[in-house]
């Protein structure tokens, strides 16, 4: 059962333009969300978070939309730029009884931006 | 201060073997997480170690697998018999503080192959 969806495998988009990057989740539990950048044969890089009690997290060309009520996140990059080239994994947490909690991942969306 | 190493970073083995994989966390950083990333999916939490101690090893495999991560040395992942659906990349990611998320800093990867 996959609690945390992203539905397209892959995304292109043109230099300068809005890449949309979507996830959406299936455990009312999770409180907190987060986006990693992946290259190839390296680690995901933590790229932006967002807590549950807000619902918009902004950090340079990276700005992460929580919407609570229909279980969905987006990672929206603008500008686009060729190096944004990389598997983006959404993932998700939810605090356990003591007090820590482990990631559940999506499987991933491959963005290609093309100059 | 170097980042999370895992060695080794490609490891082959037969149907039968032993594999050992090790990660050493960032300087300073007590706590440790394996995630294993199968063909065309996420990456799925396996365990959470603090040094000398399993936190949580829900996403663990009961037979086969087992890791520690001792008071001195890196943390090892071991999985005995290896079958060809074993074959992954596996990360470790550590973290300096018990309940972090974007705190968790992701090693380069081993890739285990099955033949």
């Known amino acids: 059962d996959q609690q945390v969806k992203q539905n397209s495998p892959s995304l292109s988009v043109q230099e300068g333009r809005i890449s949309i990057l979507n996830c959406d989740y299936t455990n009312s539990m999770f409180d907190y969300f987060l986006w990693y950048k992946k290259y190839p044969a390296e680690g995901p890089t933590f790229l932006i978070s967002i807590s549950s009690i807000k619902d918009k997290n902004e950090d340079g060309r990276f700005t992460v939309f929580l919407n609570k009520s229909a279980k969905h996140l987006s990672l929206h990059i603008v500008p686009s730029q060729p190096g944004d080239s990389a598997v983006y994994f959404c993932?998700?947490?939810?605090?356990?009884?003591?007090?820590?909690?482990?990631?559940?991942f999506g499987k991933g969306t491959m963005l290609l931006v093309s100059p | 201060n170097a980042g999370v190493m895992q060695n080794p970073r490609h490891l082959v083995r037969r149907r039968g073997q032993e594999a050992r994989l090790r990660c050493s966390p960032m300087k300073g950083h007590s706590h440790v997480y394996w995630y294993r990333q199968l063909p065309e999916e996420g990456l799925k939490f396996m365990v959470y170690l603090q040094k000398e101690n399993i936190i949580d090893e829900s996403g663990m495999p009961k037979e086969r697998f087992s890791a520690e991560f001792p008071k001195e040395g890196p943390s090892i992942l071991r999985i005995q018999q290896v079958v060809r659906g074993d074959s992954a990349a596996y990360f470790c990611a550590s973290s300096p503080i018990r309940d972090s998320y974007n705190e968790q800093f992701f090693g380069p990867g081993t890739r285990l192959t099955v033949l």
């Open positions: 993932a998700a947490s939810a605090h356990r009884n003591s007090g820590y909690s482990t990631l559940t």
